[in-house]
């Protein structure tokens, strides 16, 4: 379960962002997690729920934004959602499509007091 590494990385990248803006605590953690990302977002909080305990999240919220797949058509220049994980134009059936938006995981905003 690779959630558990990046739930590490993600507190670590946290608790550094606070110490760099003086802050004692974080509220809030807002990510954005692509479908395409190969994150699990139920294991991603519960993997969070577990080793925020002693951080400086302990009392912070993980707001999970499941980003959707957006492509655009090099055919014909449809850009949009993929609604399901195929891979053809619903415009055109093309299958040359780039995905714009919707494989990363990143972290959007942080609430400190």
Same mark, same amino acid.
């Given at each position: 379960?690779?959630?558990?590494? @990046?739930?590490?990385?993600? +507190?670590?990248?946290?608790?550094?962002?606070?110490?760099?803006?003086?802050?004692?605590?974080?509220?809030? &953690?807002? @990510?954005? &997690?692509?479908? /395409?990302?190969? &994150?699990?977002?139920?294991?991603?909080?519960?993997?969070?729920? &577990?080793?925020?305990?002693?951080?400086?999240?302990?009392?912070?919220?993980?707001?999970?934004? /499941?980003?959707?797949?957006?492509? $655009?058509?090099? $055919?014909?220049?449809?850009?949009?959602?993929?609604? $399901?994980?195929?891979? +053809?134009?619903?415009?055109?059936?093309?299958?040359?499509?780039?995905? @714009?938006?919707?494989?990363?995981?990143? /972290?959007?905003?942080?609430?400190? $007091?």
């Amino acid at each position: 379960m690779h959630e558990l590494a @990046i739930v590490q990385d993600l +507190v670590a990248l946290c608790e550094k962002n606070a110490k760099q803006n003086n802050a004692k605590e974080i509220e809030l &953690v807002e @990510i954005k &997690v692509g479908r /395409l990302s190969g &994150v699990e977002p139920h294991y991603l909080q519960s993997c969070y729920d &577990v080793f925020k305990e002693g951080t400086m999240c302990a009392n912070a919220e993980l707001k999970i934004h /499941l980003q959707e797949i957006v492509v $655009k058509c090099e $055919k014909c220049d449809f850009e949009g959602i993929l609604e $399901k994980n195929h891979f +053809v134009c619903p415009k055109c059936g093309s299958s040359s499509l780039e995905v @714009i938006d919707g494989e990363e995981l990143y /972290l959007m905003r942080l609430t400190m $007091k």
